[in-house]
């Protein structure tokens, strides 16, 4: 027998044709497609020449022809209608051409033309007759397996394809090939390939090294290697070779095992594992590189010894290592390990597996939560340390040199973390945590101590007997210690200012409110404050602390009461109104109010019985009655429940916001003490925290499915101690700091008016102005917590308005006068507070001269009336002020002004004729009188209002005054009966005068007795 030589890289050559290839051999028809009118044609390689095959179309005659040059020339001549192979023989050896068939009938139709070379040499008929399968089991899942068998058996062609058979292995392939190549066949059904019971189509790529075939279209010998690309179920690329009494040899790789399953390794104990390269063929196999497709030579470790070059039927073996790296095991580690051959340009794969263990390592971190009455211990749950998974956590606790330790199961089902509550810690006990895997105990944390409790959530939970509980602010609920005389079931929630009391109703046979100390290490007993028949809910506690709001109906209709937290009865705020909530200065309240007649709105009511509407919120909505409703700390923006949202709205705009939709509807909501989130829960009890001003959110865990109820915040802070409804500008406020650390210090200030600045209780403050004003005490204990109380304060910074009122007249002959003066309190920005007190004063002219300075006689007087003695000749101007009772003094009022007149004997007779007479009917006794016309009394005067003082009766006359050369008036002294000291206002002037005043008779028989004159500046 002669062997051919070695086809060098028959493999690798296919590899490279992997992409779709012009296949010159086939036409759609041959492969059992409808037959055509026009007949299609085939070429293949025979020893003597190239055969020509085609489908019969019912043909007359058919001939071959052939074109070598420019003209298509009849080669066969004529062939019968049964004839559908003919051979070319007349063909030179290494020649190509182009062939086509042409039927006959009535029209002649021509085949499409085909092409094809007849080699130089044809191949020889060798004794190689195998099938030989490379299933690469190590590239990945495949149901074929490697399998090398022969002789192999050849069908004769049959509907454009023929069977090859060996072993249990079947190969459908086409019926023909052209000669030698590369043939890219990409339907899906190009080859069916059978191992066993088992067969599947695939694409290919076929590379033919040697063909033949009989006149008659048999096969004569084959050489080909056939690329298994797309078979269903077999995920790598197979490689089969076939050799059909071929000459030509082959090379093909066994691998064994088809992949190294190293199981699990302890760190620092490596594991070696054998692979053994066996060559299945009849040529020499050179091995080329071979390397980790990760490159992690740190994991794996690999010793090839001497296998470089495999003969035919020969072995060597590869031995790989697995060697853990690091302190701990962990876990699962793959690679694959690539194989570099001489016959195939793809190198092989083999998947390499190991589980690195070792003891678990030590928790990333242990939480030490506290609550008031216990604390949570907190970890991140793990399903696999050290490689294997968690079995169990062990708690370990330290005291007094003592270590004790509990074992917590792992459970399969936990979420990310895992809780222990701890409800009566031992104070001073230190905690630490280790894990146990399948190896063992690894190493604990470091000891851990904790911290303050500081802050809480005060839970109702539990159905149908809800219970009062304690809860991390994450979730985490820790039972209070049991009572054996606790009621049930409670319910609604709130939490005091300052955070160390709560306030709670039980619903057993009636409706109770009770008060309960729940501070850190204290648990007080539950108070009684108030028993109903009526629900009582949507509880709220004012931030000053006084005074708990809660809504209960009345004959169906929900109201609005406040109750004294410390005992008392309940007053009716308002009805028509819902869930009640304290806004920052502890007198007023925001409720939905129902009173719009239909038109619900959120409104500020005062929390005194009417419920008195300060104002109204600008958004058009309100809650829906039982819908949870929560002022923000600063007074500035409403929480409330919609359905299943949460939504916001405030007091400057109509905006109304959804910062998050819960699963279901919203059943409590609450602020953190620094307004910076909310707290929601769900009636789906899910626990959400939401960041306003960011629309964030996170639903948080819990250790518990029982149901909770309502929810209150406590955090441990100062609280600002009741305060007037009313301040003035100077106030002082009390707080309280009992809940807070020795040495914490204080930093207060009033937003936009008083700086921050250090400070103690009580906080002194000045300079407030009229409006509401913003208190905020910082505190900063000694471990740098920080925590803040906030008061809103309604400033009233107006004094009162003030009047003189008496005396009514403006010029009186009396030696005293009665000066009465009144004041009111302003309302437009607080309620009126009242007046205290007033000052009073005044300043008084002569009546040529200028005012004098004021003089206050009266400074600080409750009496609204004082009596002054008046001098004659002086103007008297009175003026006043009030202080209200947070002492703000207003201002000086308009002066009411009065004059006592001169006496007659002041004015001088500038002519004669006068008479001076004396009794006791006249102005200090005495007056200047005559009968005469034209007679005259001046007097130098400063002044636009002034009087004169005369007798009135039937014989007077009359005079004429003036004031220089102007005549102001004449005056009839004439009435029917006889007055004395009678007061007669002149023509008040419009410009101050300064010069001689007139008086000048103008009558003659009549008599004119003249008593004084009176003058006014103003």
């Given amino acids: 027998m002669r062997r051919a030589r070695k086809p060098a890289l028959l493999r690798a ?51 071959v022809e052939r074109k070598q040059a420019a003209d298509w020339q009849d080669v066969s001549g004529s062939l019968p209608d049964a004839t559908t192979t003919w051979v070319d023989d007349t063909i030179a050896p290494g020649s190509t051409a182009d062939y086509r068939v042409v039927a006959t009938d009535d029209t002649d139709t021509t085949s499409p033309a085909v092409t094809a070379t007849r080699v130089a040499e044809a191949p020889v008929v060798g004794d190689i ?56 066949l990409q339907s899906q059904s190009a080859i069916t390939v059978t191992q066993g019971t088992q067969s599947c189509d695939s694409s290919t790529t076929v590379h033919v090294t040697a063909v033949t075939y009989t006149a008659d279209g048999q096969l004569e010998t084959l050489a080909a290697s056939v690329a298994i690309s797309t078979c269903t179920g077999a995920k790598p690329i197979g490689w089969l070779e076939v050799r059909y009494r071929s000459a030509v040899g082959y090379s093909l790789l066994s691998i064994a095992p088809d992949k190294l399953e190293f199981g699990r390794v302890m760190v620092g104990t490596p594991k070696s594992l054998p692979l053994t390269l066996t060559n299945t063929g009849t040529e020499p196999v050179g091995l080329g590189n071979m390397s980790l497709s990760s490159q992690s030579t740190a994991v794996w ?30 876990g699962d580690f793959t690679d694959t390990l690539l194989l570099a051959q001489s016959s195939n340009v793809q190198p092989r794969t083999v998947r390499l597996t190991g589980t690195s263990i070792s003891l678990p390592k030590a928790p990333e971190w242990l939480g030490v939560v506290p609550t008031y009455s216990g604390l949570v211990l907190d970890w991140p749950t793990w399903k696999v340390s050290g490689g294997t998974p968690v079995r169990a956590y062990v708690v370990h606790r330290y005291l007094n040199g003592v270590e004790t330790t509990q074992q917590v199961a792992a459970d399969p089902a936990a979420g990310d973390r895992t809780t222990l509550t701890e409800p009566d810690p031992k104070p001073g006990t230190q905690y630490a945590l280790s894990v146990i895997n399948d190896v063992g105990e690894g190493p604990a944390t470091a000891p851990k101590t904790a911290t303050r409790a500081t802050d809480q959530l005060a839970v109702t939970i539990g159905r149908p007997d809800t219970e009062l509980a304690t809860s991390t602010l994450s979730g985490y609920v820790v039972p209070l210690p049991q009572d054996s005389n606790s009621v049930t079931p409670k319910e609604s929630l709130t939490a005091a200012p300052g955070g160390r009391a709560l306030a709670y109703v039980t619903t057993d046979t009636e409706q109770i409110l009770w008060t309960r100390l729940v501070a850190p290490g204290q648990l007080g007993v539950p108070a009684k404050l108030l028993t109903s028949t009526a629900p009582i809910t949507h509880l709220s506690w004012s931030p000053d602390g006084s005074r708990i709001a809660f809504q209960s109906p009345e004959n169906g209709t929900p109201c ?5 937290a410390a005992g008392g009865a309940p007053v009716k705020i308002a009805c028509d ?21 239909g038109d619900d709105r959120f409104a500020r009511i005062k929390a005194t019985p009417g419920g008195t509407r300060i104002a109204t919120l600008p958004a058009p909505t309100a809650a829906a009655d039982g819908a949870p409703v929560r002022v923000s700390p600063n007074g500035n923006q409403v929480a409330f429940g919609s359905g299943s949202d949460v939504k916001l709205t405030d007091f400057s705009s109509q905006t109304i916001t959804v910062t998050r939709t819960l699963d279901s509807r919203v059943r409590s909501i609450d602020w953190s003490p620094d307004g910076r989130s909310l707290l929601a829960l769900s009636d789906g009890n899910k626990l959400t925290s939401i960041t306003p001003s960011t629309h964030g959110g996170v639903e948080l865990d819990t250790n518990t499915t029982a149901p909770r109820v309502d929810i209150a915040r406590q955090r441990l802070g100062p609280v600002i101690a009741p305060t007037p409804e009313i301040v003035g500008p100077q106030t002082s406020i009390p707080f309280d700091s009992s809940a807070l650390l020795p040495g914490t210090k204080f930093i207060c200030s009033v937003t936009l008016y008083v700086p921050a600045a250090p400070c103690t209780s009580p906080y002194q403050v000045s300079g407030l102005r009229p409006g509401e004003a913003d208190v905020v005490i910082a505190a900063t204990e000694p471990d740098g917590r920080v925590t803040t109380a906030r008061r809103t304060l309604t400033v009233d910074a107006i004094g009162p308005i003030a009047r003189v009122t008496g005396p009514a007249y403006q010029s009186s002959v009396a030696a005293t006068a009665k000066v009465t003066v009144t004041a009111t309190d302003p309302t437009n920005v607080a309620p009126a507070i009242g007046v205290a007190s007033y000052d009073v004063r005044y300043r008084r002219a002569t009546s040529a001269g200028a005012y004098s300075a004021y003089v206050q006689p009266w400074t600080g007087i409750t009496a609204t009336s004082v009596d002054v003695s008046v001098a004659a000749g002086y103007e008297y101007c009175f003026s006043v002020r009030g202080k209200d009772k947070l002492g703000n003094v207003g201002d000086w009022s308009a002066e009411r002004c009065f004059s006592r007149p001169l006496d007659d004997r002041s004015m001088a007779m500038a002519t004669t004729g006068w008479a001076r007479g004396t009794s006791s009917k006249f102005y200090f006794g005495t007056d200047t009188q005559t009968t005469a016309s034209g007679k005259a009394l001046t007097r130098t005067v400063q002044g636009k209002r002034f009087f004169l003082i005369a007798t009135r009766c039937p014989t007077c006359g009359a005079v004429a005054v003036y004031a220089g050369n102007k005549l102001l008036t004449t005056v009839n002294l004439a009435y029917p009966t006889t007055h004395y000291q009678v007061v007669l206002g002149l023509p008040v002037q419009s410009t101050l005068f300064s010069g001689t005043l007139t008086v000048r008779t103008v009558t003659s028989g009549k008599i004119v007795q003249i008593d004084g004159l009176a003058v006014g500046r103003t």
């Fill in 13 to 63: 050559a296919l590899a490279t044709a992997l992409a779709a290839i012009t296949i010159p051999f086939i036409a759609h028809a041959a492969f059992g497609e409808d037959t055509a009118t026009t007949p299609t044609a085939q070429v293949f390689p025979t020893r003597t020449g190239i055969g020509v095959t085609w489908d019969s179309v019912g043909a007359t005659t058919y001939r």
């Fill in 129 to 184: 007759d195998v099938l030989a399968l490379d299933a690469n089991r190590s590239g990945g899942e495949t149901w074929l397996r490697d399998e090398t068998a022969g002789p192999v058996t050849a069908s004769g062609p049959a509907g454009g394809s023929r069977t090859l058979t060996a072993g249990s292995l079947k190969i459908r392939i086409p019926a023909f090939f052209a000669g030698p190549g590369y043939y890219g």
């Fill in 301 to 330: 470790k690999l010793d090839r010894d001497d296998c470089w070059t495999l003969p035919a039927g020969a072995s060597c073996t590869v031995n790989l290592t697995f060697d853990p790296i690091g302190t701990y095991g962990y």
């Fill in 560 to 564: 609005v009461y406040v109750v004294p």
């Fill in 577 to 597: 109104v819902t869930s009640p909530s304290w806004m920052p200065d502890a007198y007023t309240l925001i409720v939905s109010d129902r009173r719009f007649d």
